[in-house]
């Protein structure tokens, strides 16, 4: 979604690192600490903050931040992106494992409903994140969210709602900021695309269309308006 580039640097001595970052623009932004190969968090910080981050390079998923609340809200939501990550790869193993078997068909269905179930669940518990925190930018992250597979959790017709509530919070404090303008952009993409289906779905043949009629494989009379 968005570029990213190198901003600074610390050594860590003694398990300790620290390091300062210079606001460009008056808005939050989100900032990857990284070792050469470890990727250690996502911060989501803001102007004036002091942000405390403590972590273990071994298991570089369990840490805590103190003097953020964005941070802590991005932790939130890479925590429960990693539970269903996990669960969905669990379920894909077991599938991986009864392809060919008797009675996969079976297995094959039961696993759908499960997967189906875990996603369902997953996009809820966003959908009522976003509700509760509007006016952060971690609710940026939750809306663009992607599953294994590189599968989007939002962005449907349907999802329109979500993009609007979040659009409209918070471009009324950043309206000229990079992650309001991809919203923004998103938001009327899909807005084209629901009034472009509704124009064809309330369209009359006689609005440019010739009401062509044909014989079928059957040698039945099929007239185009039929088959709307």
């Known amino acids: 979604i968005a570029t990213r580039k190198l901003i600074d640097s610390s050594k ?3 398990g300790n690192f620290s390091f300062k970052y210079k606001f460009t623009k008056n808005e939050p ?6 070792t050469d190969s470890v990727t250690l968090g996502t ?5 004036n903050e002091n942000i405390n981050y403590s972590g273990d390079l071994k298991r570089p998923s369990n840490y805590t931040i103190q003097g953020s609340k964005g941070s802590e809200l991005v932790k939130r939501l890479n925590s429960d992106l990693a539970v269903i990550t ?4 669990s379920i894909d193993r077991v599938f991986k494992k ?13 696993l759908q409903r499960e997967m189906t179930s875990a996603i369902v669940k997953h996009k809820q518990s966003l959908v009522r994140f976003i509700a509760q925190n509007p006016k952060s930018f971690a609710s940026f992250t939750a809306l663009y969210q992607r599953l294994p597979g590189d599968i989007s959790v939002f962005g449907l017709e349907k999802d329109m709602l979500y993009y609007k509530i979040l659009l409209d919070s918070l471009s009324t404090d950043y309206p000229n900021s990079h992650y309001v303008q991809i919203l923004r ?11 472009l289906q509704n124009m064809l779905d309330n369209a009359e043949i006689a609005d440019g269309i010739p009401d062509i009629e ?6 039945n009379k099929t007239k185009l308006s039929s088959l709307r």
């Open 12 to 14: 860590i001595n003694n």
């Open 29 to 34: 932004n989100f900032i990857i600490l990284r």
């Open 43 to 47: 911060l989501l910080i803001e102007k």
């Open 86 to 89: 996990a669960k969905l790869d």
């Open 98 to 110: 009864a392809d060919g078997t008797d009675g996969f068909d079976t297995i094959s269905q039961k």
């Open 185 to 195: 952009d998103d938001y009327e993409r899909i807005e084209k695309s629901v009034n």
């Open 214 to 219: 044909l014989t079928d494989k059957s040698g």
